[in-house]
Nanobody
């Protein structure tokens, strides 16, 4: 069973930055695409950013130019650097593999709150 431990969230003013981390207990981590997702109250969980095993990335339009996803395969960790944060970025942020998302197996997430 894959364990996903997200951290790094917090309360920040609009325009500020946060760096999220997700440690993944998966021996094949380096071969897996990883995604960061977020869910705010009353809304469906949405994909924010994704990075594949080769390091190619893609982003939701709402975060392009502000967020950067990266990974450290030696540490089984995926990161999300979030700059120029907006109140609408407020959500619980989760990381996951494609399979984990399909199976509905999620970690506890990390809360990001952006005040205006």
């Amino acid at each position: 069973q894959v364990q996903l431990v997200e951290s790094g969230g917090g309360l920040v003013q609009a325009g500020g930055s946060l760096r999220l981390s997700c440690v993944v207990s998966l021996s094949t981590f380096s071969f897996k695409a990883m995604g960061w997702y977020r869910q705010s109250p009353g809304k469906q969980r949405e994909l924010v950013a994704k990075i594949d095993s080769a390091g190619s990335t893609n982003y939701a339009d709402s975060v392009k130019g502000r967020f950067t996803i990266s990974r450290d395969n030696a540490k089984n960790t995926v990161y999300l650097q979030m700059n120029s944060l907006k109140p609408e970025d407020t959500a619980v942020y989760y990381c996951n593999t494609d399979l984990g998302r399909t199976l509905g197996a999620w970690g506890q997430g990390t809360q990001v709150t952006v005040s205006s």
